[in-house]
């Protein structure tokens, strides 16, 4: 086993931005652990493929292990697995509550501190969190208190953790997205949501696959909230 090249670490893997996450990193020459609920085998040898719900630490646990096991070394973290539930505050349940809390906040806590210790053994790494511009500009009609409740916490938590590593080469960013073209919102709901962008257009995945790459390569850049969001995060 050669442990020269690079191996990132992607949740929610198994559609969307999260696969397109894969495939970006592969062509860059990346080995990449794919984990998801229901992420599908790859035949692709420098792709390692881990079922399972990342709320559980178990998830996490095997998707690091098995990735070093496999792989020789951790040197990226996507933290892309995210639920988003619009619903009037007092209209969610407690299930709806559970469920956001754990893929959103316990999730992203097991993967990156797992994570950490991989990149502290070879002195660096690099974790990106997939946030919301909601958590600064919420919207009318779009209700989402658990969204910016535990993407807040997360926009929080990079910047922390950036200043935590940023001696010991590991650097934390995150991208707060506005609303994008995913297999997750219909077609008939794309011109309404445009017109939530100052742009008049939502966002497409490959602009949140450039941004995460530019912050990929970004040496200089830690502790930053990037919005990818149309001008949402500027306001309207």
Do not use: W
């Amino acid at each position: 086993m050669t442990t020269e090249q690079k191996v990132a670490v992607i949740t929610g893997a198994s559609q969307g931005i999260g696969a397109a996450l894969v495939k970006a990193y592969r062509d860059r020459g990346y080995r990449v652990v794919a984990t998801a609920r229901s992420v599908k085998p790859s035949n692709d040898a420098d792709i390692l493929v881990v079922p399972g719900d990342i709320a559980d630490r178990k998830t996490a646990e095997r998707a690091i292990s098995e990735g070093v096991a496999r792989f020789g070394r951790i040197d990226t973290l996507v933290n892309n697995a995210g639920i988003f539930i619009a619903k009037p505050f007092t209209q969610y349940t407690e299930a709806d509550y559970t469920a956001i809390l754990g893929v959103n906040i316990a999730g992203f806590f097991h993967a990156t501190q797992l994570a950490v210790v991989e990149m502290e053994k070879q002195g660096g790494g690099h974790i990106v969190q997939v946030s919301t511009s909601l958590v600064d500009n919420a919207i009318a009609g779009v209700p989402s208190v658990l969204a910016s409740l535990t993407k807040g916490g997360l926009n929080g938590a990079t910047k922390s953790l950036a200043i935590e590593y940023a001696k010991r080469g590991i650097r934390v960013n995150a991208v707060a997205l506005g609303v994008i073209k995913t297999p997750m919102h219909a077609v008939e709901t794309h011109a309404q949501l445009a017109n939530l962008h100052p742009v008049g257009h939502m966002g497409e995945i490959s602009d949140v696959v450039d941004a995460i790459l530019y912050l990929e390569s970004a040496s200089f850049v830690t502790g930053e909230i990037l919005h990818v969001d149309g001008g949402q995060g500027a306001g309207h």
